[in-house]
């Protein structure tokens, strides 16, 4: 499969690889920068949490795993809406035609 992209590749544009996908990050880089630090850092929230459950201040079987899934899904929602609220171009071209829905 690498090999049959990397030959189209060379066949359509003569270069082994593709490189007109990065024009589609030019739009709002600092955003992109921001969110990618804010997300990378946001990972670090459950530590506490983790270390309140390893000495004993809160258990598992008393309601703590359904805390940490709803914080999971918190934190999972916020970064799955945050490229359709910024409308970056790269996200926006993964989204399924409207016009395939219209037939």
């Not at 690498?2 to 082994?16: E, F, H, I, Q, Y």
């Not at 997300?39 to 201040?57: N, R």
């Not at 598992?60 to 809406?81: D, E, N, P, T």
């Amino acid at each position: 499969m690498l090999l049959t992209s990397a030959l189209r590749n060379w066949k359509d544009t003569g270069t082994v690889l593709r490189t007109s996908i990065f024009s589609l990050f030019a739009h709002g880089p600092l955003e992109l920068g921001i969110a990618d630090l804010m997300m990378c850092l946001s990972t670090g929230f459950c530590l506490p949490l983790q270390q309140m459950y390893a000495q004993g201040e809160m258990s598992w079987g008393k309601g703590g795993h359904i805390l940490q899934h709803g914080l999971q899904s918190v934190w999972l929602g916020v970064w799955v809406y945050l490229p359709f609220y910024f409308e970056w171009q790269w996200y926006v071209r993964l989204q399924p035609s409207s016009t395939l829905y219209d037939r």
